[in-house]
């Protein structure tokens, strides 16, 4: 559910026009719904409810220090994998013991400063990585609270290129070699060794590969028990799906995988963490652009907007599907065709989609992006030097830019030409 709904003949975000926002800040922009981001929130925070846990909002997916903020006023914690990400999550008033540092390559530096800010655990992904930052944080004169990621060879059924649980996948370390791994964590005088994480890919739609994941690390947990180390978390990851069309089933709820979570690991009375991107944010935003021209092909109609592939990255990169909506409501019953639906970027990538059925559209009408809340506007780029899209946050009948365009002029100006030009 999300609150983006026509009313009055036109889209609304909540209480405020989509077209409005459009007059005052221009297009292409980014809109989320406070209402609808609280609420994923909470539908997760509530799916785990009779367990001690937490759940981390996966910044990665939409990184805005704003909608940081009123998650984080709610009670979520972040996960975040770059330093920049962490220094996001600290702007937005999240403190660092609600703040978990994921990711494969963390740097000396980025472990450095996130010790020194206070951090909830560091989800580690190797040896080398264990060692160095158990050196890192004996030179603070701290302990490092550590989760090792498992990477517990799971097909996750998902896009190749987002699915991270199977043995050929460069994340964490292979649950068969956990046992000695965990030995060697126990051995390094930096570490405090609290628990186990595991993440498997994104956008499943299918509960089992999650099943399968949980019951490896249940196990996994009562073998290294036994081995005298001290469980007491659990990170199990992101990547629940949502629905990026109307029309399609539905993919399972939060509740149904806290029931999965409470049936596999609920005995083990560990604290539980999830990790959740896409289904807080990716319903909660739309990206809204406005048609340039109509153009005739040969054999089909192209609809050219002003948004590009540097704005919203998904269907070029992944040939994700995007519903794509009216401002205006259509008139029941009213003429529709096939439009392939492009942005002006010089690349036949640049293509949203193919043979799109739509109403019949005009220059100068407004068009909007739906599920663009996650991996939209933290993709973007400024390829084609278009500068970055602005975002706008909407709370009931008032709206704020939470991120401006930049001009032209700002964005050039970081550029810099060396003395001898
Ligand atoms: N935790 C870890 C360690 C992750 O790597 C990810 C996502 C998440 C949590 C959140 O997963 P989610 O709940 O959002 O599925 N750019 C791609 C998605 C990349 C996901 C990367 N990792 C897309 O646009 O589909």
Same mark, same amino acid.
């Given at each position: 559910m999300d609150h983006f709904i026509y009313k009055n003949g036109e889209l609304y975000a909540e209480d405020v026009r989509i077209a409005e926002i459009a007059e005052k800040v221009g297009t292409p922009f980014y809109v989320y719904s406070t209402a609808t981001l609280e609420r994923h929130f909470q539908v997760f925070d509530e799916?785990?409810?009779?367990?001690?846990?937490?759940?981390?909002?996966?910044?990665? !997916?939409?990184?805005?220090?704003a909608v940081l903020k009123l998650l984080g006023n709610r009670g979520a914690g972040i996960d975040v994998v770059?330093?920049?990400?962490?220094?996001? %999550?600290?702007?937005?008033? &999240?403190?660092?013991?609600?703040?978990?540092?994921?990711? &494969?390559?963390?740097?000396?530096?980025e472990m450095r400063i996130a010790l020194e800010g206070d951090i909830r655990q560091f989800n580690v992904e190797s040896e080398p990585e264990m060692e160095a930052l158990s050196e890192v944080a004996l030179s603070l004169g701290k302990i490092a609270p550590i989760a090792i990621r498992v990477n517990p060879d799971v097909d996750a059924k998902t896009h190749a290129k987002i699915a991270t649980g199977k043995k050929e996948n460069k994340f964490g370390i292979p649950i068969s070699r956990a046992k000695e791994v965990y030995a060697h964590a126990a051995t390094l005088k930096g570490l405090d060794v609290v628990g186990i994480d595991v993440h498997i890919g994104s956008q499943l739609t299918d509960?089992?590969?999650?099943?399968?994941?949980?019951?490896?690390?249940? /196990?996994?947990?009562?073998t290294l028990r036994a081995e005298g180390h001290n469980i007491r978390r659990l990170d199990l990851g992101g990547g629940l799906g949502i629905p990026y069309t109307r029309s399609n089933e539905v993919p399972p709820l939060p509740s149904d995988l806290g029931q999965v979570i409470r049936e596999e690991v609920g005995h083990l009375g560990c604290e539980v963490e999830i990790e959740p991107g896409r289904l807080i944010a990716g319903n909660a935003g739309l990206m &809204?652009? /406005?048609?340039?021209?109509?153009?005739?092909?040969?054999?089909?109609?192209?609809?050219?907007?002003?948004?590009?592939?540097?704005?919203?990255?998904?269907?070029?990169?992944?040939?994700a599907h995007h519903d794509i909506e009216l401002v205006k409501e259509p008139q029941a019953g009213a003429e529709k065709q096939p439009y392939d639906i492009v942005g002006p970027i010089c690349e036949t990538g640049d293509t949203f989609a193919k043979a799109r059925e739509m109403n019949k559209v005009a220059a100068g009408d407004l068009?909007?992006?739906?599920?663009?809340?996650?991996?939209?506007?933290?993709? %973007?780029? /400024?390829?084609? !030097?278009?500068?970055?899209?602005? /975002?706008?946050?909407?709370?009931?009948?008032?709206?704020a830019v939470i991120r401006k365009r930049p001009t032209y002029e700002e964005m050039i100006a970081r550029d810099i030409i060396p003395e001898w030009l």
């Amino acid at each position: 559910m999300d609150h983006f709904i026509y009313k009055n003949g036109e889209l609304y975000a909540e209480d405020v026009r989509i077209a409005e926002i459009a007059e005052k800040v221009g297009t292409p922009f980014y809109v989320y719904s406070t209402a609808t981001l609280e609420r994923h929130f909470q539908v997760f925070d509530e799916a785990l409810d009779g367990m001690e846990h937490l759940v981390c909002f996966a910044m990665k !997916s939409l990184s805005n220090v704003a909608v940081l903020k009123l998650l984080g006023n709610r009670g979520a914690g972040i996960d975040v994998v770059s330093i920049g990400e962490y220094l996001r %999550a600290k702007a937005a008033g &999240v403190p660092g013991n609600r703040i978990v540092f994921s990711g &494969v390559g963390k740097t000396r530096e980025e472990m450095r400063i996130a010790l020194e800010g206070d951090i909830r655990q560091f989800n580690v992904e190797s040896e080398p990585e264990m060692e160095a930052l158990s050196e890192v944080a004996l030179s603070l004169g701290k302990i490092a609270p550590i989760a090792i990621r498992v990477n517990p060879d799971v097909d996750a059924k998902t896009h190749a290129k987002i699915a991270t649980g199977k043995k050929e996948n460069k994340f964490g370390i292979p649950i068969s070699r956990a046992k000695e791994v965990y030995a060697h964590a126990a051995t390094l005088k930096g570490l405090d060794v609290v628990g186990i994480d595991v993440h498997i890919g994104s956008q499943l739609t299918d509960l089992e590969p999650f099943r399968l994941a949980y019951r490896k690390v249940a /196990e996994l947990c009562e073998t290294l028990r036994a081995e005298g180390h001290n469980i007491r978390r659990l990170d199990l990851g992101g990547g629940l799906g949502i629905p990026y069309t109307r029309s399609n089933e539905v993919p399972p709820l939060p509740s149904d995988l806290g029931q999965v979570i409470r049936e596999e690991v609920g005995h083990l009375g560990c604290e539980v963490e999830i990790e959740p991107g896409r289904l807080i944010a990716g319903n909660a935003g739309l990206m &809204v652009t /406005e048609v340039i021209y109509v153009k005739s092909g040969e054999d089909r109609d192209f609809m050219i907007v002003d948004a590009a592939m540097n704005d919203l990255v998904r269907p070029s990169m992944y040939d994700a599907h995007h519903d794509i909506e009216l401002v205006k409501e259509p008139q029941a019953g009213a003429e529709k065709q096939p439009y392939d639906i492009v942005g002006p970027i010089c690349e036949t990538g640049d293509t949203f989609a193919k043979a799109r059925e739509m109403n019949k559209v005009a220059a100068g009408d407004l068009v909007a992006f739906r599920s663009a809340g996650a991996y939209g506007a933290v993709m %973007a780029s /400024e390829y084609n !030097s278009r500068p970055l899209i602005p /975002e706008v946050l909407v709370n009931g009948d008032q709206f704020a830019v939470i991120r401006k365009r930049p001009t032209y002029e700002e964005m050039i100006a970081r550029d810099i030409i060396p003395e001898w030009l």
